[in-house]
C-alpha cells in the first residue's frame, strides 16, 4: 500500500531534534528519506513556516509544501507584499496550498483581510491548510484555532477548499460537525500522537476510549473521502502512526485515507 504523508515539518527549529529522536528518528532529510521507505511512505507534503520566499523553499524531490503564513501580525510587510510572494510560490507545481496559523498568530480565518490569500487559492486551484485544536506553545489562543472559526470561513469563502489540520484536536466531535456541514472542509489526521510506543498493544488497551471515540466519530461521518494520513513529523513515530491509523480506519477506505485522498486535494502529480 502506497501512502502520502500530507502533514510534516521539515525545519531545525529548536527542540526538533529532540522530538525526532524520542520519536524514533533523526530530524534530517536523510533519515526522514529512508523512514519513509522503510514505512511505506511514496511523498510527503511540508507544512513550511520558514518564510514567504520563494527562494527559502527547496526540498528533496520526495517532497511538495504548502507556503506558510506563520508571522501574518508580525510581519512588516503589507497584506499586497505577503500574497504577492504566496502568489510566486503558488506558481511553482511543488507548491501545492497554503497553510495558516490562527491559533499562534491569533486571527480568525474568517476575517476580511485574508480575502487576497483565499482569491489566490482559488485562482491556482490549491486548498488552504489550517492549524485547527491545541497549540504547541502557551502563547498560543484557542478561540482563533478552534473548529467552529473554519465553520464561518467555510461559509464565507465557500469556493476555498479546506483542510483542517489535526482534526481539531481535541475539539474532535467539533470537527467532526464542521465538516459534516461544510463540504468543502477536508481534515488531514496528524496531531494525535506523540512520540513513540514501546508496548502498542498496551497503547492500544489503555487508550482505548480515546481510540474509540476516533472510530464512532469517523464512522459516524463516514466521508471517508476527505480525510488524509498525516504524521506530523518529527513529533511521531511513522510506524506507529501508520498502525495507529490503521486502526481508527477501516480497512475498506486505507486506500483512499492514506493515498488517494492526498493526490486528488493538493493536486499532486505522482
Known sequence: MKIIDAHFHFASFPGFDELAVAAGHENTADNLRRSYANTGIVHGIVMSNVSLDPKDHHYPQFMSYCIGLDRFDTDNRSIEEQAALVEENLKRPECVGIKLYPGYNHFYVYEDRLRPFYD???????????????????????????????????????????????????????????????????????????????????????????????????????????????????????????????????????????????????????
Open 120 to 270: 489566490l487559492a482559488v485562482k491556482y486551484d490549491k486548498p488552504v491548510a489550517i492549524h485547527t485544536g491545541l497549540t504547541a506553545t502557551e502563547r498560543g489562543l484557542l478561540k482563533y484555532s478552534h473548529p467552529f472559526t473554519l465553520d464561518e470561513a467555510a461559509v464565507k469563502y465557500n469556493k476555498v477548499r479546506f483542510v483542517m489540520c489535526h482534526i481539531g484536536n481535541p475539539f474532535l466531535a467539533d470537527a467532526i460537525a464542521v465538516m459534516e456541514k461544510n463540504p468543502n472542509v477536508s481534515a488531514d489526521l496528524s496531531g494525535l500522537l506523540e512520540g513513540r510506543i514501546p508496548d502498542f498493544d498496551r497503547f492500544l488497551y489503555e487508550k482505548y476510549g480515546y481510540i474509540r471515540r476516533l472510530y464512532d466519530l469517523f464512522s459516524y461521518i463516514g466521508c471517508y473521502e476527505r480525510f488524509m494520513f498525516g504524521t506530523d513529523w518529527p513529533l511521531a513515530n511513522l510506524l506507529d502512526y501508520v498502525n495507529f491509523v490503521k486502526v481508527i480506519i477501516p480497512r475498506s477506505a486505507w486506500d483512499d485515507v492514506f493515498y488517494n485522498n492526498a493526490v486528488r486535494t493538493y493536486g499532486l502529480k505522482l
